[in-house]
């Protein structure tokens, strides 16, 4: 009889036993009564069971979490990385006006290199944006500081003296 008093008492430790938390003479006292009460023997491998399966899904609900936040890391680092080179390295304007006719009309969108120009200097024939006033330009550069150009009186242009 003294036996099943203990039942509900070794139900509410099992957990506490599985992990060896409790005093010294607890512990004899529950795997003497584990030992004699079939009952109490089934719960306590039946928590344990249920307890290894717990840790399991918790192992695996850590890695998910810990895939989770290098993704999130992935992708937001892909964000900042794609910010910087929008905001210093590219820009899109939009062409106003047909000063660019006919290879770029009114409306048409024009992707400036911001780097190009701060590695080499431009060159004949490039387009290159400029701002005046806080208003974007766009022109071509038709002939650089080395060049000698002229128009002559018929309309054509010479550069170093080569009809072009």
Known sequence: MEGKKLCPM??????????G??????????ETHLAECEWCRCYYNEQNETETER???LVIAKKIKRRRLWTAGIAAAAVIIIFVI?????QMITIAGDCMSPAMENGDWYVLNKVRYKISEP?????IVYT??????????????DDDYMVTADNTTEDNGQVK
């Open 55 to 57: 840790q399991r899904y």
């Open 123 to 127: 060159q004949e024939n490039d387009i």
């Open 86 to 90: 929008y905001t210093y390295m590219f």
């Open 132 to 145: 005046q006033d806080d208003v974007y330009y766009v022109a071509r550069i038709i002939d650089t500081m």
């Open 21 to 30: 938390e409790i005093s010294e003479e607890t512990n004899e006292l529950i």
């Open 10 to 19: 070794v139900k509410d430790l099992a957990v506490l036993y599985a992990e």
